[in-house]
């Protein structure tokens, strides 16, 4: 095989290779996304429905004074922290192929290999980190709070609009949609740079 052969069959593993990032990178995404939304769309409900549900649990007498009831609340406090390696188990798994596929292709250039690898792993981050903290700290602590001490879902000692601190939720998610944004855009020049050249220049 000479080396023009070498070369252009080198060149099709590639771009086999790239389609492979490219199947994993819309996993990726899809996966975070969905995980996004599954937690927003929850947290809301438990938003509207905390305190209605804390109201129902009293008059029909379960509450802290009934082992049950504690236990059961336990055990949902256990669910969510088991969630923690549900996600990322989701986000890693799609993640890792990924970065072995960009390693494996030869033809893209190192930079652009670290470029992309690196914004995946801080959206990676920024996403499991922040649903960990979401969904842990701040719901499980809650349950406990309204259904087993019976106060209110707001906290009086923030104010009116304690709620609106769960803001701060939403920056490192969005952090993650920019570098999944950028990761598309670095992969579409790296598809340009494959599959642009047909041939291998005569010398």
């Known amino acids: 095989m000479?080396?023009?052969?070498?070369?252009?069959?080198?060149?099709?593993?590639?771009?086999e290779v790239?389609?492979?990032?490219?199947?994993k990178f819309k996993q990726y995404w899809k996966v975070l996304?969905?995980?996004?939304?599954?937690?927003?769309?929850?947290?809301?409900?438990?938003?509207?429905?905390a305190e209605k549900i804390r109201d129902l649990l009293k008059k029909n007498n379960l509450n802290k004074g009934v082992l049950f009831f504690v236990i059961s609340i336990a055990l949902l406090q256990g669910l969510l922290f088991s969630l923690d390696g549900?996600?990322?188990?989701?986000?890693?798994?799609?993640?890792?192929?990924?970065?072995?596929?960009?390693?494996?292709a030869e033809r893209i250039d190192d930079k652009k290999k670290d470029y992309v690898i690196t914004k995946a792993t801080e959206s990676n981050e920024?996403?499991?980190e922040t649903l960990k903290k979401f969904g842990i700290l701040t719901i499980g602590a809650e349950v406990v709070k309204v259904l087993i001490?019976?106060?209110?879902?707001?906290d009086e000692d923030a104010g009116r609009y304690g709620q609106w601190l769960m803001i701060s939720y939403l920056v490192p998610l969005v952090w993650a949609t920019i570098d999944i944004l950028l990761i598309n855009r670095e992969l579409k020049k790296v598809k340009k740079g494959l599959f642009s050249i047909t041939s291998i220049p005569k010398k």
């Open 2 to 15: 000479n080396i023009k052969e070498t070369k252009n069959q080198q060149k099709n593993i590639d771009k």
């Open 18 to 23: 790239f389609k492979r990032i490219n199947d």
């Open 33 to 49: 996304f969905t995980l996004i939304t599954c937690y927003i769309v929850g947290y809301l409900c438990w938003s509207i429905g």
């Open 86 to 104: 549900v996600v990322t188990s989701l986000l890693k798994a799609p993640f890792n192929q990924m970065c072995y596929a960009i390693n494996k």
């Open 126 to 128: 920024h996403c499991k």
């Open 149 to 154: 001490k019976g106060k209110n879902l707001q």
